[in-house]
């Protein structure tokens, strides 16, 4: 188990047990069976890192309930620190019902009423030494959806400072954007605005930047982040690959072809391996192209924190994708 001196990254956020239906095609009132995962996107990404070698631990909470229990052994399974794992009293572990129908972009049903325990975080929460000294810290948008998590992640990051060493080197806004969370995309804009000046790497779609900085072209969107001082911008194109901009300049990284089986853990095993990536110094755009390859593996998979894909078959499917962009270069030759 890591301890502080140790820990590599640690997220912040969304917990809860995913139940995926064992038909495909069908309505939730149509399912027969369900399979129960580990799901939330910051736990996710603290399972896809753990899973390619990192030490990782998620600050969250969960109810008194089995569904709790289940989240601390499952986190322990997959190499995850659970210390930070806290408990909400008086609330149930948010369970999340999905339907893959779409595969590529399935209907969620959420069970957070009235509250989700990760939103309840306060700063008698924070482990506040790991949060300044962490190299890669986590955050989301929907951390900021509502008091008292607000409060509390904005405080995080203002302790925390924007980074400048390899002490506490990377702070990452995931967007994050979730419709049901918010009153409304202004509001949400509002909170996006105060987080962009307290990190140096935001991740996102095209739905997300919208809603964040007020457009959905990529390369506009990825110039406005970069004018907050943000480092590093990914902006998720779907089919269309990744945009990775710096102040020095824009690229696109090529898409990965895979049947879709459930979209949904592919963002976050997407954010896995961008964690991998940075902590090993990779340049931005090999970050991509692995997180890429992340994505596009899970997304051939039912569930989520189960299906984290390890470093070798990464590697796999890079080498893959090169060598077919290899053999059409040639073939236009």
Known sequence: MSTDT?????????VGVDLYPEQAGVSLAE????????????TNVAVAAARLGR?????????????????????AGFGVDASFVGTAEELLTPVVFCSLDPPEDPPLLFYRLPVAPDLTLTPDDVPW?????????????TGVSVEPARSTQLEMLRRRGRPDSSRN??????????AMFWPSPQE???????????????????????????????????RRLLSHGVEIAFVKKG????????????????PNLVRVVNGLGAGDAFGGALAHGLLAGWDPARIAAYANAAGAIVAARLACADAMPTMDE????????????????????
């Open 314 to 333: 990464l590697d796999e499917m890079v080498s893959r994708t090169q060598d077919d962009l290899v053999s059409k270069a040639q073939e236009a030759g």
């Open 239 to 254: 089919a269309d690959g990744v945009l990775v901009a710096t102040q020095d300049g824009m690229t696109t990284v090529r």
């Open 188 to 222: 949400a804009r509002a909170e996006y605005e105060q987080l962009l000046g307290s990190v140096n790497v935001v991740v996102g779609n095209r739905a997300e930047v919208e809603v964040a900085v007020g457009t959905s072209d990529p390369e506009e969107a990825a």
């Open 169 to 178: 080197r990377w702070t990452v806004l995931d967007l994050d954007w979730r």
């Open 55 to 75: 030490r990782s631990a998620v600050l969250t909470k969960v109810g008194p309930d089995d569904f709790g229990s289940y989240v601390r052994t499952a986190l």
């Open 6 to 14: 140790t820990l590599e990254i640690l997220t912040v956020g969304r």
């Open 129 to 141: 030494s790991v949060v300044s000294d962490v190299p890669l810290l986590w955050v989301t948008g």
């Open 31 to 42: 399912v027969k069976t369900f399979a129960k995962s580990l799901g939330g996107t910051a």
